[in-house]
């Protein structure tokens, strides 16, 4: 595998409210392609493929080259998977600065109006842990 770096410069604003509104349905409908041809697991891959998402983002329609565009595709894909449901398989809780704080209470909530294939309080546990070492690791520099 090739791999490599890319500079993504930081950018002030704010996507606008239209722009969002049709990432998210944009951004919904492409996972629910991937879901269906490929399967959860495939979708998750994919995010994580820092190059993969941001093209994700280009094809959305938010074509900043910039930090913005983890944030706001996450945002997008968070609402556009919970007007799917739980037939997308996936869901996502948190977001950036007080969203945040409500991480654990958005999960609660989705394992008690869905059956999820994990405990709950695991899952908070592990949304705590990571953002943890999210914080340290920029506390220290990285």
């Not at 706001?72 to 609402?79: D, I, P, R």
């Not at 948190?94 to 294939?117: F, H, M």
């Amino acid at each position: 595998m090739r791999t490599g770096t890319a500079n993504l410069p930081l950018h002030g604003g704010k996507c606008p409210a239209w722009l969002f509104a049709h990432m998210k349905a944009l951004s919904a409908a492409i996972i629910e392609v991937i879901i269906e041809d490929s399967g959860t697991d495939e979708v998750l891959k994919r995010l994580s493929d820092p190059y993969w998402f941001q093209a994700l983002g280009c094809v959305v329609g938010f074509d900043w080259h910039s930090s913005g565009v983890t944030t706001t595709v996450c945002g997008a894909l968070k609402e556009g998977l919970a007007e799917l449901g739980p037939q997308a398989g996936l869901f996502i809780a948190g977001g950036k600065g007080r969203v945040a704080r409500n991480t654990p209470r958005e999960i609660q909530a989705w394992a008690d109006k869905y059956p999820l294939s994990i405990n709950a309080e695991e899952l908070i546990y592990a949304s705590k842990m990571s953002a943890k070492v999210d914080s340290a690791a920029v506390q220290d520099g990285y």
